[in-house]
């Protein structure tokens, strides 16, 4: 039987942010735009749905007056995101 | 980029080409730090040479602590610049350690040569090359591996050698092999990625 892949993780955009994340601290939104070519508005959105499924930690500050937000990711994400990782090594064996 | 979904091959592709760009970023003037206080020791040694050389006064050798302070202010105004980066990532954290370690002791132990007749000139060199040469092999930057290991282990010694004033001449140069020159040269690499 195959491992279901994990939907939250399945999904392009949602998938490259997690990547980026798992190999930094810390990455702000716009660092995050720039890597994914994304517009800021879907951005926000998936950076909210990895963050209630506490994949990531948002913290939203100010770099003088401008505001900023950093993202990084939490064990649950890390854990997440390895699961995924093995799960989709499990199907490329098996195609 | 959207949110579109991928089949399992372009998931590992994603995954792989976003981690392999993260892992080669490098800053702007990333050898800047080397650059600074490679210049900053080199024109500070040449000034105590050339002062205790003319005047023989020892007072001369206070003017050491222009290093540490300049690497103080240094140290204050990047932890300031860093707060602003986009990126942080585990290389730059533990470059980071290292530096201040090895800064902290090198402190130290030049405090201690005040009283204590210790090599100094051969033990600051050993810990700052074994620095330049672990940060080389940190960021995967062989020149500097190779130019810390060369001063650490070849250049150091000659201040042991060499024990009168003309060790602090060797001391400068050493500083021009390990820092100042490495520091350009990741200067010119780390602006041709951008």
């Keep these: 039987m195959f491992k279901e892949l994990n939907p939250l993780l399945h999904s392009e955009l949602r998938l490259a942010v997690m990547s980026i994340l798992i190999g ?18 879907n951005l926000s959105v998936q950076i909210d749905k990895l963050s209630s499924a506490g994949y990531i930690e948002v913290e939203k500050t100010f770099r003088g007056k401008m505001p900023c937000t950093t993202c990084r990711v939490t064990p649950v994400g890390v854990a997440a995101f390895e699961e995924y990782v093995a799960a989709l090594q499990s199907y490329i064996k098996r195609v | 980029m959207e949110n579109k979904k991928l089949n399992e091959q372009q998931s590992l592709e994603l995954i792989t080409r976003m981690i392999n760009t993260t892992r080669e970023r490098v800053e702007r003037n990333a050898g800047m730090p080397f650059v600074i206080m490679g210049y900053l020791t080199t024109f500070v040694s040449i000034a105590v040479w050339t002062a205790l050389t003319l005047t023989a006064n020892y007072h001369w050798q206070y003017m050491w602590f222009v290093i540490p302070a300049g690497g103080l202010g240094y140290w204050l105004w990047r932890r300031n610049k860093e707060q602003q980066k986009e990126v942080m990532t585990y290389v730059d954290r533990i470059v980071g350690y290292v530096w201040n370690t090895l800064g902290v002791v090198g402190f130290v132990l030049s405090m201690y040569s005040i009283f204590v007749r210790i090599p100094i000139l051969f033990i600051i060199i050993l810990l700052m090359g074994l620095g330049t040469a672990l940060t080389g092999l940190i960021t995967r930057f062989h020149f500097c591996t190779v130019a810390g290991l060369l001063s650490a282990l070849i250049l150091a010694p000659l201040c042991l050698f060499v024990t009168n004033i003309d060790s602090i001449l060797i001391f400068a140069a050493v500083f021009v092999v390990m820092m100042v020159i490495p520091g350009h040269i990741l200067n010119y690499k780390s602006n041709r990625q951008q």
């Design chain 1, 24 to 41: 930094v601290e810390h990455a702000d939104f716009v660092y995050l735009r720039k890597q994914t070519d994304a517009t800021a508005g």
